[in-house]
């Protein structure tokens, strides 16, 4: 069956630290693949996105994801954390269906928790 | 400004009780969604709708109407809620169907049902 994994419900991190929020997917082929962050009672507002090309993608707030084909992975990465970081992170995929688009798939969540 | 609203925020209400979750966006995009999200679970699509008067079921449409009869708005109608309808609803919407475009998401919609 076709999914969205993100193994990590809860990370800590310390203010400064470098982080890593893990996703992988199971599809048959590559999927569009999208970070998205929700912030304490706001709606979702989109990270990054990878649709092709360059396996290495940078996008807002300093965060960038690298996509690897050979591990279904797009795992999301941040050099130094800073407290307004801190909320929900979802990983999402859609599997580019014919017909019909825009069907984002998400993954449960990794909730982020930034000390000072 | 550019965006998607949501009406109401937040609901509480009981078992029965026909209710209307109203969505409105003034980007004129054509592609509009509703997904619930449930602890555990991430976010689920219930319903799409690709323009106006074409709409289709998503994940989880058990329970739930939809229409679009406007362009800006999409209203997501429970015609009678039940307890496992709880849930947090989020309306988005994007310029066309394809997945290069963003999905923008509104603020969201707090339900409990009794």
């Known amino acids: 069956a076709q999914s969205v994994t993100q193994p990590d419900i809860h990370i800590t991190v310390s203010e400064g630290a470098s982080l890593e929020l893990r996703c992988n997917y199971s599809?048959?082929?590559?999927?569009?693949l999208f970070w998205y962050v929700q912030s304490p009672g706001q709606g979702l507002q989109l990270l990054l996105k990878y649709f092709s090309g360059d396996t290495l993608v940078q996008g807002i707030k300093g965060f960038e994801a690298e996509f690897k084909r050979s591990q279904s992975s797009f795992n999301l990465r941040k050099p130094s954390v800073h407290w307004s970081d801190a909320a929900e992170y979802f990983c999402a995929v859609d599997p580019i269906l014919t017909g019909g688009g825009n069907k984002l798939t998400f993954g449960t969540g990794t909730q982020l928790k930034v000390e000072l | 400004e550019a965006q998607v609203t949501q009406n109401p925020r937040y609901l509480i209400t009981v078992t029965g009780k026909k209710l209307t979750v109203t969505c409105s966006q003034n980007?004129?995009?054509?592609?509009m969604s509703w997904y619930r999200q449930d602890p555990g679970l991430g976010l689920r699509q219930i319903y799409y709708?690709?323009?106006?008067?074409?709409?289709d079921k998503g994940d989880v449409p058990e329970g739930y109407k939809v229409s679009r009869k406007e362009k800006r708005n999409f209203p997501l109608i429970l015609e009678s809620p039940s307890p496992n309808q709880t849930s947090l609803y989020f309306c988005a919407s994007s310029l066309s169907r394809f997945q290069y475009n963003e999905q923008f998401f509104g603020p969201g919609t707090r339900l409990t049902v009794l």
């Open positions: 709708s690709m323009n106006v008067e074409v709409t």
């Open positions: 599809y048959g082929a590559t999927p569009y």
């Open positions: 980007m004129n995009h054509e592609y």
